[in-house]
């Protein structure tokens, strides 16, 4: 998966001057002139095919990649950690707050949860701390959780009322001692 997010500044590229020739195109035909193309790229235009690659393209290439590769069982994993990073308030992440945050991920070696990270660092939600070898914390991509607020509300509301419901409950393991 990683080599096809890495073609993704390409896909960029051409669609982004793929739709400032069709909005050339289109509004040639619709003045009745001849096209004049423009190799320069309209921000309207960079907007447009960077919400293609993220809102369509990109969700779509994890799921086909988790389908093939993993028989689909990853996407509630991947669900979950997404979760996780939105309702987070830390700029920062090592793999105890991974481990303490994400249930499925508790008991996992620091290599698995740097694997799993790597989805993120892929997907341009995290950047790993060293460039060189495993990364042993990782940083959340700045305006993140401000482009997914909504899910974010939704992720911290959900967070807390399972922590409520667990607290009602008796609590944790920790309250319990």
Do not use: C
Request: aromatic share 8%.
């Amino acid at each position: 998966m990683g080599g096809a997010i890495g073609k993704l500044k390409g896909y960029f590229s051409r669609l982004a001057l793929t739709l400032q020739i069709a909005e050339s195109h289109s509004a040639a035909v619709r003045e009745n002139t001849p096209p004049s193309f423009s190799l320069i790229v309209s921000r309207k235009n960079a907007e447009g095919a960077e919400r293609l690659i993220f809102e369509f393209l990109l969700q779509h290439m994890v799921g086909l990649y988790d389908v093939i590769v993993g028989g689909g069982r990853d996407r509630d994993v991947v669900r979950i950690i997404a979760d996780f990073i939105l309702a987070s308030n830390k700029d920062r992440l090592v793999p105890s707050d991974f481990t303490a945050g994400v249930r499925k991920l508790r008991g996992e070696p620091a290599i698995k949860i740097a694997e799993w990270a790597s989805r993120f660092v892929a997907m341009g939600w995290l950047l790993a701390e060293a460039d060189v070898g495993t990364a042993k914390a990782w940083l959340v991509m700045p305006g993140l959780r401000f482009f997914f607020a909504e899910r974010r509300e939704k992720a911290q509301a959900g967070r807390a009322a399972a922590h409520q419901i667990l607290k009602s409950m008796g609590g944790t393991k920790r309250a319990q001692r």
